[in-house]
C-alpha cells in the first residue's frame, strides 16, 4: 500500500510581481479548510440532516461549497496555482468467516475479506497580484 500523490502546476512567473497566496484543502470529503481565512470563513463544512438518532452527510453539499468558493475567489482576481491530490492508505482490516457446508459439517467453508481505510487530501493554491 502506498500513498499516491499527484501535482498539477500552472505555468509560473519567476520575475514578475509579488503575489498573495490562497490555500483551499479539502480532507476526506468531510471539511474543507481556508488559509488565510478568507472573508472570514476559515473552513467549509458539508451540511447535514437528521435521519432518525444520527446526522448523515448531504451528498454533494461540501462539493457545492467548495466550487462557490472557488468562483468567487477566480471572480475577485485571484488565479489558480497548483492543485495538489493525495490518498494515502492509513489501515487495513482483515476479517475471515467461516460456514458449514451443507454435505460436509467437519469442512468448513472459509472466506476472507480485507478492507483499506484511505486518506484523502486536495488542495488548491491561488494567488493574485499585490495591489
Same mark, same amino acid.
Do not use: C
Given at each position: 500500500?502506498?500513498? +499516491?500523490? +499527484?501535482?498539477?502546476?500552472?505555468?509560473?512567473?519567476?520575475?514578475?510581481?509579488?503575489?498573495? &497566496?490562497?490555500?483551499?484543502?479539502?480532507?476526506?470529503?468531510?471539511?474543507?479548510?481556508?488559509?488565510?481565512?478568507?472573508?472570514? #470563513?476559515?473552513?467549509?463544512?458539508?451540511?447535514?440532516?437528521?435521519?432518525? #438518532?444520527? +446526522?448523515?452527510?448531504?451528498?454533494?453539499?461540501?462539493?457545492?461549497? $467548495?466550487?462557490?468558493?472557488?468562483?468567487?475567489?477566480?471572480?475577485?482576481?485571484?488565479?489558480?496555482?497548483?492543485? &495538489?491530490?493525495?490518498?494515502?492508505? $492509513?489501515?487495513?482490516?482483515?476479517?475471515?468467516? !467461516?460456514?458449514?457446508?451443507?454435505?460436509?459439517?467437519?469442512?468448513? $467453508?472459509?472466506?476472507? !475479506? !480485507?478492507?483499506?481505510?484511505? &486518506?484523502?487530501?486536495?488542495? &488548491?493554491? #491561488?494567488?493574485?497580484?499585490?495591489?
Amino acid at each position: 500500500m502506498q500513498p +499516491t500523490a +499527484t501535482v498539477t502546476r500552472a505555468p509560473g512567473n519567476p520575475a514578475g510581481p509579488r503575489f498573495q &497566496y490562497q490555500l483551499l484543502k479539502i480532507q476526506n470529503g468531510q471539511i474543507a479548510i481556508l488559509a488565510p481565512a478568507w472573508r472570514g #470563513l476559515t473552513m467549509l463544512k458539508p451540511e447535514r440532516i437528521q435521519k432518525s #438518532l444520527w +446526522t448523515e452527510i448531504v451528498p454533494g453539499s461540501l462539493d457545492d461549497k $467548495v466550487m462557490h468558493t472557488l468562483n468567487e475567489l477566480t471572480a475577485e482576481g485571484w488565479e489558480l496555482l497548483e492543485v &495538489y491530490n493525495l490518498s494515502q492508505p $492509513v489501515g487495513a482490516q482483515q476479517s475471515i468467516e !467461516t460456514s458449514l457446508a451443507f454435505n460436509d459439517p467437519n469442512r468448513p $467453508v472459509y472466506s476472507g !475479506t !480485507t478492507s483499506i481505510t484511505t &486518506y484523502t487530501e486536495t488542495r &488548491y493554491l #491561488l494567488r493574485r497580484p499585490l495591489p
